[in-house]
Nanobody, 123 residues
Framework: QVQLVESGGGLVQAGGSLRLSCAASGRTFTNYCMGWFRQAPGKEREFVAAIKWSNDSTDLASSVKGRFTISGDNAKNTVYLQMNSLKSEDTAVYYC????????????????WGQGTQVTVSS
């Protein structure tokens, strides 16, 4: 079993920045991917970013490319989502997710999820 604990959400003004963290614990980690998804009220959960642990390659949704960065600290089994130039449309609950193997942008392909952290961007 893999457990994920997120932190770092909050309220920020448009144009501001936040950094989300997600710490993973449980089994020994090799060949896996960690991602961030978000869900706004009344909308489906959507892919934001993912990182492949074996080679630090990343994947970002077009809506956040150039503003968000995903990175990881392998020693701490922690993934970060640095969010800059935040917009009101970034307001959502952000979820960390874990899957064995390659990248995926599909919610159904992830094996474990964090509890979510609220990000609210005021205009």
């Amino acid at each position: 079993q893999v457990q994920l604990v997120e932190s770092g959400g909050g309220l920020v003004q448009a144009g501001g920045s936040l950094r989300l963290s997600c710490a993973a614990s449980g089994r020994t980690f090799t060949n896996y991917c960690m991602g961030w998804f978000r869900q706004a009220p009344g909308k489906e959960r959507e892919f934001v970013a993912a990182i492949k642990w074996s080679n630090d390659s990343t994947d970002l949704a077009s809506s956040v490319k150039g503003r968000f960065t995903i990175s990881g600290d392998n020693a701490k089994n922690t993934v970060y989502l640095q969010m800059n130039s935040l917009k009101s449309e970034d307001t959502a609950v952000y979820y960390c997710a874990f899957r064995w193997g390659a990248f995926s942008r599909s919610v159904s392909r992830y094996d474990a999820w964090g509890q979510g952290t609220q990000v609210t961007v005021s205009s």
